[in-house]
């Protein structure tokens, strides 16, 4: 629409709102590539933790943790006390039960097994 004597012509606000549009728009694209490279990041730094070794947890001393651990390997399910105490060939007494209870108790505390439900663990993922 050609402007006319009784038009006046717009002021500096169109020169400022295109100023602002231009700006907006560098920064979008700022974002945009900031955003490309943390999807890069993150893909390369996924596929390195793919790639190292499980760490295994230092184990207190004591002969039966590694058959404790090894029960918990050969089953799905969780286990209780008494369940654990016959994989390691206990007799089924009220001491041996609570003896490896205790032990089964300290490898929660150390963060390898799982306690689900009130007796029953598991190993932890």
Do not use: Y
């Amino acid at each position: 629409m050609p402007w006319t004597s009784r038009k006046k012509p717009p002021g500096p606000w169109p020169t400022t709102l295109r100023a602002q549009i231009d700006d907006l728009q560098t920064r979008l694209r700022e974002a945009e590539t900031h955003l490309e490279h943390l999807t890069i990041t993150h893909k390369t730094v996924t596929s390195l933790t793919d790639r190292l070794p499980a760490i295994t947890p230092d184990l207190p001393e004591h002969p039966d943790h590694p058959r404790i651990l090894a029960a918990f390997n050969h089953t799905t399910g969780p286990l209780r006390a008494k369940d654990v105490c016959e994989a390691l060939g206990h007799e089924l007494l009220p001491k041996n039960v609570e003896g490896t209870r205790a032990k089964l108790k300290r490898l929660v505390k150390l963060g390898i097994l799982t306690e689900a439900d009130t007796g029953n663990f598991t190993r932890k993922q």
